[in-house]
């Protein structure tokens, strides 16, 4: 049962980049028709929480989680709501590319601390696929052009990557002893749930889209964005948080991809081939252990 398990652990990382990327096209087509990063970031939030309780009640899961683990989860929460607001200023102050660069480089924290605590060992083709997939992001994102350089958009996007990567690493280990990662996800939520909550009566931001087609958009990202938070959970009790945020890399070029697709934006030359760079690392990292296992009979590692 563990190999099916593992296996599914690498399509829901996949699926979770995807929808994340989706999601953010949704979100950022009704920023042009009334809404703020603000209030979709609070709509999809408590949409998701709400959905999450139905869902696990529904399934017959289980909402259960050790005392010590779930105030060690909802601690967490805290620095979720810190990654969603450092990386919203970022991108304020900094060109997106920039920003969204600097948000992944979260693998290389998140592989660093995973080697520091014991959790995974990192082999050289680990090391040598971040190292790829980070080269193929920096094509892919197209950083040429002048940049509008910003030292405390620099500091909060690196903060916002670095917060993920606690939330990654730290929920690991809960999760494996969870019967249910989706509780997880749940009880991380709750801190986001109150911050984005308190901001938006704080700030008196509650803007709403302003036609039917950007009302459409603006309800579907609660849902993709749900989906993404349970696949990335999933796979981090799967396949582990290196690889998990390996895959992750995906979702940059998933957005530009659905850019080209649904937006008709160009795609040049370089940036098919970081493309193509980034998938090759994704591929890699799961190709190499199997082989390993074909040649000794054994099972592929974690």
């Given at each position: ?10 399509a829901?990382?996949v ?108 082999s050289?083709a ?14 892919v ?142 591929v ?19």
């Amino acid at each position: 049962m563990i190999l099916p398990r593992k296996w599914l652990g690498y399509a829901m990382a996949v699926a979770a980049s995807l929808s994340f990327a989706f999601g953010t096209g949704l979100a950022v087509y009704t920023y042009s028709h009334g809404t703020t990063p603000l209030s979709v970031t609070t709509f999809r939030t408590v949409l998701s929480a709400m959905f999450l309780v139905l869902l696990i009640r529904f399934t017959a899961g289980s909402l259960a989680l050790l005392p010590r683990d779930r105030w060690i989860v909802i601690a967490l929460g805290s620095v979720m709501a810190v990654q969603s607001i450092t990386h919203y200023v970022a991108v304020l102050l900094l060109p997106l590319a920039h920003a969204t660069l600097l948000l992944y480089t979260y693998p290389f924290f998140v592989a660093a601390g995973a080697h520091l605590s014991g959790q995974e060992r990192l082999s050289p083709a680990i090391l040598g696929a971040l190292a790829v997939a980070f080269a193929g992001l920096v094509l892919v994102l197209d950083l040429g052009g002048d940049f509008d350089f910003s030292v405390l958009g620099i500091v909060l996007a690196v903060t916002a990557a670095a917060a993920f990567s606690v939330v990654a690493l730290v929920s690991q280990p809960i999760i494996r002893r969870s019967p249910d990662s989706r509780s997880i996800t749940l009880h991380l939520h709750a801190v986001p749930v109150v911050a984005f909550l308190v901001a938006s009566v704080a700030l008196d931001d509650f803007s709403m889209p302003d036609t039917r087609e950007a009302w459409i958009m603006f309800a579907f990202v609660p849902f993709f964005y749900c989906f993404a938070v349970i696949g990335v959970f999933y796979a981090i009790g799967s396949i582990g948080s290196v690889r998990m945020s390996l895959i992750m890399n995906l979702e940059p070029v998933a957005a530009i991809a659905f850019g080209f697709l649904l937006l008709g934006q160009h795609l040049d030359g370089l940036q098919l081939l970081g493309a193509a760079l980034v998938i090759s690392a994704i591929v890699a990292v799961r190709w190499i252990p199997a082989q390993r296992e074909a040649r000794a009979g054994g099972t592929p590692e974690s």
